[in-house]
């Protein structure tokens, strides 16, 4: 069975934008915020967030599977064709007011990303992909960085919910890329993350213990942009990896080495 992708991105931007509206809406103005973990946050702009994208798609394509973050496996259904949600990625920001946060839908055929979409409800910008389409911000195509060294390099980082479980695992790694490259950055949304690497911003993004609906989209606006996109061993990434490695190519072997490495006893790379 065939399917009209560019249907299908417009019915996702379409559910993004109104998502868009709704998160504009309750900024700065949440009542109760709840918690799942000790740092991840739920709010009620989350929650009608995902309500308005998973009723956009019901209403166009009832047959279809829905993976979204805050209902998990209430909408799911025995179907080829799979919606990957994040409704607000970049609680911790939103619930501070930080207008650093995102909505991400991407579409899958058995199992392979076919569409992407991500979008910024404060500053506006939109990214989205098509598989063998390109990766474009606002109608406009983007590609990665030609950054040919991780000394010139940009990159960006995040912590999972469980940091204060291994703090030193995470922060070793964190120096390393420290003081292997030009500077790193933590945005708290990874989604944007990949979208920055996709667009030249960034040109390099690792992160650990991610979820689907966190990478769903922007790993295919990444792809689509040329980046490289593998686990921290260099394999083949999928949505269900427990790490990822986003690059522009040219300082993907360097970042994965690093990422492999102790520190030694003076806390040099070795």
């Not at 739920?42 to 993976?67: C, G, L, Q």
């Amino acid at each position: 069975m065939t399917i009209d992708l560019e249907h299908i991105k417009n019915v996702g931007v379409g559910a993004a934008y109104g998502s868009a509206e709704i998160l504009r809406r309750h900024l700065g103005r949440l009542g109760a915020v709840q918690k799942k973990g000790p740092k991840d946050l739920v709010t009620e702009a989350d929650i009608a967030s995902e309500k308005n994208i998973v009723d956009a798609i019901r209403a166009r394509f009832p047959d279809h599977d829905i993976m979204a973050e805050e209902s998990r496996d209430k909408n799911r259904v025995d179907s080829d064709f799979h919606w990957i949600i994040d409704p607000l990625d970049g609680t911790t920001n939103f619930a501070h007011q930080v207008p650093v946060f995102s909505i991400s839908i991407a579409f899958a055929v058995s199992g392979e990303i076919r569409v992407g979409i991500v979008l910024q409800p404060v500053s506006g910008e939109l990214f989205t992909a098509v598989k063998s389409k390109g990766a474009w911000l606002n109608g406009r195509p983007i590609s990665v960085s030609e950054c040919r060294s991780l000394a010139d390099a940009l990159l960006v980082t995040g912590f999972p919910y469980a940091v204060k479980k291994d703090s030193r695992h995470y922060m070793a790694r964190f120096e390393n890329m420290l003081n292997a490259a030009q500077g790193v950055r933590r945005l708290g949304s990874a989604a944007v993350d990949l979208c920055y690497v996709a667009c030249g911003r960034f040109d390099g993004f690792w992160e650990e213990r991610l979820q689907p609906w966190d990478t769903a989209a922007g790993f295919l606006i990444a792809e689509e942009a040329g980046a490289k996109i593998t686990d921290f061993s260099g394999n083949t990434y999928a949505i269900d990896t427990p790490e990822i490695l986003a690059s522009n190519h040219h300082v993907h072997d360097e970042m994965r080495t690093i990422l492999n490495t102790e520190k030694g006893q003076h806390g040099k790379i070795v």
